[in-house]
């Protein structure tokens, strides 16, 4: 079956447009870091409706990762919360709420059937091609997926994302109303000393190139946020089995 994937549907024209993207190109491949972020890049319905559903209709499920005594760069994933709190803060790997399933009064919800349709299109061998066309860079079939909510206290340590072939990290965010003050800002580290922190301003999406040489972290949300969490949509498009 031929797919059905319209990009119109979901972006802005002002980022469809071959100028537009040669322009993004430009800024992602010439950046010390390799990361460039879209603002106001989702149409306005779009990323309202998405936005609801992580807000009201999406259930999460808090996670508690450590790092591993063996190598910083990996973890041990799934850890109770008893353990997680006994463990010494410097192996404190990260601490958020990781996208579960919908809240059951919600499965025939508008919101939600917008939150498949859009999973369906970052999947999509056509958004692929627009981030390919974007970044320069040339992309396997895979695409690893999930939602994320970070309330007051949670965060993730430094780390890099140059491991099990993934290529491209991507972050939508989706919380209006977030506050600089408020943390949760994406900060990413080049070995050679350079840094940039990305704040989670509402509908706006973050690519940086995870075999750059950088690390990242999320600065911890801040108490001042209050009950609004950081809520992402996130993950990677991978390497072709060729690179």
Known sequence: MAEKINLKEWIRPEHLSSNAIQQWRRAFLSHPLRVTVLKRFLLDA?????????????????????????????????????????AEESRRFY?????????????????????????????????????????????????????????????LSLHSDNVKEKRLSFVFYLTPRWESRFGGGLEIMGFDGGRLEIEPEYNSLAIFDVAARTEHHITPVEASAGTLARLTISGWLLKRDSD
Request: hydrophobic share 40%; net charge negative; no cysteine.
């Open 95 to 155: 601490r958020f709420g990781d996208y579960e399933s919908v809240r059951e009064e919600f499965r025939v919800s508008g919101n939600f059937a917008a939150f498949h349709d859009f999973a369906a299109l970052i999947r999509s061998h056509t958004f692929r091609k627009y981030a390919e066309r974007i970044t320069g860079l040339a992309f396997g079939d895979t695409v690893l997926l999930n939602a994320y909510s970070y309330e007051a206290g949670d965060f």
């Open 46 to 86: 779009a990323a309202d409706r998405l936005s609801e559903f992580l807000t009201r209709e999406a259930a999460f499920k808090r996670v508690y990762g450590l790092f591993s005594n063996a190598n910083r760069d990996g973890n041990i994933s799934d850890v109770e919360e008893k353990e997680w709190l006994a």
